[in-house]
């Protein structure tokens, strides 16, 4: 279980990038785009040596992240290259 579920509500797509990297929790993504403060839409995450973590992806559509919305990478740039900022992204359980 995550140690922070994803906030359910109403959003309006921030800021993006191609990649970040958290040292707090040693991993990173790329292909992100901001929700609301620290929540992110992003790829699965990569090791410190830059490499997809292949076991998450069997976690794609459960609660895993910390409170992030995790996609596959394919489907994580097509986010970030089509939502344009400022879109509403409505998430409920």
Request: net charge negative; no cysteine; hydrophobic share 25%.
């Given at each position: 279980?995550?140690?922070?579920?994803t906030?359910?509500?109403?959003?309006?797509?921030q800021d993006r990038g191609y990649s970040f990297?958290?040292?707090k929790f040693d991993e990173g993504a790329t292909y992100w785009v901001r929700l609301a403060?620290?929540?992110l839409v992003h790829s699965?995450?990569?090791d410190d040596r830059w490499q997809t973590k292949?076991?998450?992806?069997?976690?794609?559509?459960?609660?895993a992240s910390h409170g992030c919305i995790r996609l596959d990478e394919d489907d994580a740039r097509w986010f970030f290259?089509?939502?344009p900022q400022?879109?509403?992204v409505i998430i409920h359980n």
């Open positions: 279980m995550p140690e922070s579920p906030p359910t509500g109403y959003f309006y797509t990297w958290s040292s403060g620290q929540i699965v995450p990569r292949d076991d998450e992806h069997a976690k794609l559509g459960l609660p290259e089509n939502i400022g879109s509403l």
